[in-house]
């Protein structure tokens, strides 16, 4: 197995992750004892990436990879992703804070290695000034995170932002 660095920091990761979503559906809809095993062979390969989403089986799979692993005793990076929809604009340090402590609950740990912020209703980012306060109390729940846009994924700006705003920095 390949590793690589995520952007400057201390976290390498498995060029191959583990996708828990719905479309393979595993985590979803496969069984107790199917999702032991082919987690624990995932690890045995090599296998330290594990992307999860609260959308996956309506937070089935978190609570299915949080289950697995507790039994497995094994703690590998793990991704979870906030959507924030246009019902979340008013608040959305607020609710990216509610839905990484509900993904934290389901997975059973006590941080996300790193938490995506992706699926933006809006065709370019709101202003996230008066947010910061919420988003540097959301940061102490992960290691990394990252904003991206549908229309441009893995976007370096929306990264940069996410950075200024974990920091206090965005101006």
């Known amino acids: 197995m390949e590793y690589r660095q995520v952007g400057n920091t201390e976290l390498r990761i498995s060029e191959i992750g583990f996708g828990c979503g719905g479309n393979a559906g595993l985590m979803v809809r496969g069984s107790p004892a199917e999702q032991r095993r082919v987690v624990a062979r995932a690890i045995e390969l090599g296998i330290t990436y594990f992307d ?57 740990v006590d941080a996300l290695d790193i938490l995506q912020i992706h699926n933006g209703p809006a065709p370019s980012p709101p202003p996230l000034q008066h947010h910061v306060p919420r988003l540097r109390e959301f940061a102490r729940h992960t290691r990394q995170w990252r904003a991206s846009r549908p229309d441009r994924p893995r976007s370096q700006v929306a990264l940069h932002r996410a950075r200024a705003c974990a920091r206090g920095t965005l101006g």
């Open 52 to 108: 999860n989403a609260p959308d996956y089986g309506n937070g089935l799979a978190e609570e299915n990879l949080g289950r697995v692993l507790k039994e497995l005793q094994l703690r590998p990076v793990l991704t979870s992703k906030v959507e924030v929809r246009h019902a979340d604009l008013g608040d959305i340090a607020g609710h990216v804070v509610r839905s990484a402590e509900e993904s934290l609950k389901r997975l059973g």
